[in-house]
């Protein structure tokens, strides 16, 4: 007989549930003060990288807020229905950082300013490279156990964030050390391509994840112990 596709128990979801919420609690904290740092220290170095990072963890903090909204519901048929809501919220944010950081870096390339040296920046950047990947791993792990298309592609945007933070770092050493004014930019863009691609699956990925197998068939060929993905469509944002 064919196994059925069952969800994790009532008490199991319930503990993910919880655990989404607290993740998505500790990732808006962490990146209001992240902006709150970002902008000021930018504005006093004049540096539009900095002011941009910051304004990027505006836009993760709406992400997470709407992950937060949907997953304040305690029933959750609730929860589910907010889904859709909840994955346009996200996927606006990732198309209008794409927007904003391609403006900005091509306004740097023609000349319109460069990066400069701020140690409260590179402390920052240098936190958020350790901090984020560390909320985005847990919150994706969460997600995909409980089937939230809404909640891994959060924790996708939280990892845009650490790499945002790495092109920061990069783009002030490399011209701190070489002149080179254009490797931030050109980065910079790079993470804009990537922010467009995952808003394209957050903007899809309302239908495609059901909930996953039975524990025994959900983990089948998995290596790493994570829920497999044999119920999700093309373009999952579960499963990518």
């Known amino acids: 007989m ?6 994790p128990s009532p008490e ?6 919880r655990r989404v919420r607290l993740l998505v609690a500790a990732t808006i904290s962490y990146n209001v003060i992240e902006a709150v740092v970002a902008i000021a220290a930018g504005s006093v170095a004049s540096s539009g990288a900095l002011v941009a990072f910051g304004l990027d963890s505006v836009i993760e903090v709406a992400s997470a807020a709407a992950v937060a909204w949907q997953f304040s519901a305690r029933d959750p048929e609730v929860v589910e229905r907010r889904e859709r809501r909840a994955l346009r919220m996200i996927a606006l944010s990732f198309f209008a950082l794409a927007l904003y950081v391609s403006v900005d870096s091509v306004a740097a390339l023609l000349g319109g300013g460069e990066a400069e040296h701020s140690t409260p920046g590179l402390i920052l950047a240098a936190l958020s490279l350790v ?19 809404s909640a891994v592609a959060d924790s996708k945007q939280t990892l845009l964030c650490t790499y945002l933070s790495a092109v920061l770092l990069a783009g002030l050493a490399v ?6 004014a254009w490797a931030d930019p050109v980065a910079a863009l790079v993470i804009a391509g990537v922010a467009v691609k995952e808003g394209l699956e957050a903007w899809r990925g309302d239908a495609c994840c059901q909930p996953p197998l039975h524990p025994a068939a959900a983990l089948s060929g998995r290596a790493d112990g994570e829920p497999g993905c044999s119920a999700c469509g093309p373009g999952c944002a579960c499963c990518s």
Do not use: D, H, K
């Open 131 to 149: 901090i984020m990947p560390v909320l985005s791993y847990a919150q994706r792990r969460a997600g995909r156990e409980l089937g939230s298309a």
């Open 2 to 7: 064919t196994a059925l596709t069952v969800g």
């Open 12 to 17: 199991r979801r319930a503990v993910l549930m």
């Open 175 to 180: 011209n701190s050390l070489f002149g080179w």
